[in-house]
């Protein structure tokens, strides 16, 4: 059975994208603007929208663990937006070119963007944090905050 949801009148919708899990999907559109949904069974409903692309949004959607939302613009850039703030985190430009596509790795914090002249290829997060060894300690970063961990105290 389908069931047709009417969701915007909006100008043009470019790209459409499902949370994994949530009962929640992002939008791109012609307004520049990426927008975030809810719905159910029977309607569907804009929740935010995320601001500051500067030209078209081509593709939006979620990195493989559904903690950031990422889109694609015809203003060059990437934008990493935050799934609960709809704040945006990073933004990658490539100057000279439009971005069309994306793609998300199932498992892995890769995605590759699809532009006039190819694709390029981004990581997302360090899969180790960086650190230096001194004597008998190691500073590191972990959940953005600088650590001290001190052999002898241990």
Known sequence: MLIIVPICTCLGVNWVSFHPTLPVLVSSSDDHQV????????SAWEVDCCIGHHAQVSCVMFNSQASFILSASEDGSVRVWDVV?????????????????????PSES??????????????????RP??????????YMKDKQLRLLDFEKR
């Open 130 to 139: 960086p650190y230096c060894v001194r004597k008998n300690h190691v500073v």
């Open 110 to 127: 890769l995605f590759a963007v699809g532009h006039d002249s190819g694709l390029m290829v981004f990581k997302l997060e360090r899969e």
């Open 85 to 105: 703030k709809r704040t945006c985190l990073e933004s990658f430009h490539h100057e000279n070119d439009k971005l069309w596509s994306l793609a998300v790795h």
């Open 35 to 42: 927008k975030v949904w809810r719905f159910d069974e029977d």
